[in-house]
């Protein structure tokens, strides 16, 4: 009569390399997972820094450059047949705009440009726009002031130097995946203004880019 079959052990050595590979592949997952996220407060600390060598591994300046291009040259087009219509002046103003696409996009195709963007300044299409240097106040935070209602008095000036500025309110983001290879960031300033976005694409496996801009105001 055959002895019957026995149950090899298993050795501690193989169970404890297979927890340490299936440990390793869970963090390289996560760490992908969270790499945007990564590269976004790298992106965010360079800009604030005018960091243009750090600037350079995150930034696809081609790429960016003709986003601006084409998003900006569509919000003008759009300002164009809202206001020929009714104000005829003011759609000249956004045809002298237009003209002045390129100097505005290579304002913005720039360390200062990617951190005005990336503060919740995008651009606005006005004649000579230019993104803010630092320590200099920027011309979108004075737009985002709800103008006075018909009717209404205007708000009253500071009456007294002594008293500070309010601290610019920081723009309402929203951060995901749109693909695999996709992530967007979504800003939005206040209530009664237009969202925009700033799209970084993968570049490898861990590694991302800023690669164009959403205008949709």
Do not use: C
């Not at 995946?177 to 976005?197: D, L, P, W």
């Amino acid at each position: 009569m055959s002895d019957p079959v026995r149950s090899t052990p298993r050795s501690p050595v193989a169970l404890a390399i297979k927890v340490a590979i299936a440990f390793a592949v869970i963090a390289v997952l996560s760490y992908a997972y969270a790499s945007p996220y990564i590269a976004l407060d790298r992106l965010k600390r360079a800009a604030d820094a005018r960091d243009a060598q750090t600037l350079n591994q995150y930034v696809d300046y081609p790429a960016l450059r003709q986003s601006l291009k084409d998003q900006v040259t569509q919000l003008l087009t759009r300002r164009i047949d809202e206001q020929k219509l009714h104000n005829p002046f003011a759609a000249i103003g956004a045809m002298i705009g237009m003209a002045l696409v390129g100097p505005l996009v290579d304002a913005y195709a720039t360390p200062d440009g990617v951190a005005a963007i990336l503060d919740g300044m995008p651009p606005r299409g006005t004649p000579g726009e230019h993104p803010p240097e630092p320590g200099e106040p920027s011309e979108n935070m004075a737009s985002n002031e709800a103008p006075s209602q018909p009717g209404q008095p205007a708000s009253a000036p500071a009456t007294s130097s002594s008293q500070p500025a309010s601290a610019p309110v920081p723009p309402k983001t929203t951060a995901g995946y749109r693909g695999v290879n996709e992530f967007a960031v979504t800003y939005q300033r206040s209530a009664g203004n237009a969202q925009y976005s700033a799209i970084l694409h993968r570049d490898g496996l861990f590694s991302w880019k800023l690669v164009a801009v959403e205008l949709n105001g």
